[in-house]
Nanobody, 120 residues
Framework: EVELVESGGGLVQPGGSLRLSCAASGFTFSSSRMSWARQAPGKGLEWVSGIFSDGSTYYADSVKGRFTISRDNAKKTLYLQMNSLQPEDTAVYYC??????????????RGQGTQVTVSS
């Protein structure tokens, strides 16, 4: 059974940092593309970042230069380092598996999410 469990969210002041983690199980993590997506209050799901099995990384323009996606295949864990956080980054952040044959922003599975709130 596929499982993605996010952690690391919380309340942070503007300009602060957080690192999200996603523990994966039930599939071959090392050979899978992975994505982070987020959903702000009252808005739709927004793709944030993705990483291929070879380590290639991709970012939405809104987070480029501030967020860094990475993976540890030995630990079957996906990460998202978020720096220079702003109130508009407030959202529930999801770890997701991109759907085969589609781009990084179409998902076959995603976790339950972790809340990130950026506020003073």
């Amino acid at each position: 059974e596929v499982e993605l469990v996010e952690s690391g969210g919380g309340l942070v002041q503007p300009g602060g940092s957080l690192r999200l983690s996603c523990a994966a199980s039930g599939f071959t993590f090392s050979s899978s593309r992975m994505s982070w997506a987020r959903q702000a209050p009252g808005k739709g799901l927004e793709w944030v970042s993705g990483i291929f099995s070879d380590g290639s990384t991709y970012y939405a323009d809104s987070v480029k230069g501030r967020f860094t996606i990475s993976r540890d295949n030995a630990k079957k864990t996906l990460y998202l380092q978020m720096n220079s956080l702003q109130p508009e980054d407030t959202a529930v952040y999801y770890c997701a598996i991109p759907r085969a044959g589609y781009g990084l922003n179409a998902y076959s599975f995603r976790g339950q999410g972790t809340q990130v709130t950026v506020s003073s």
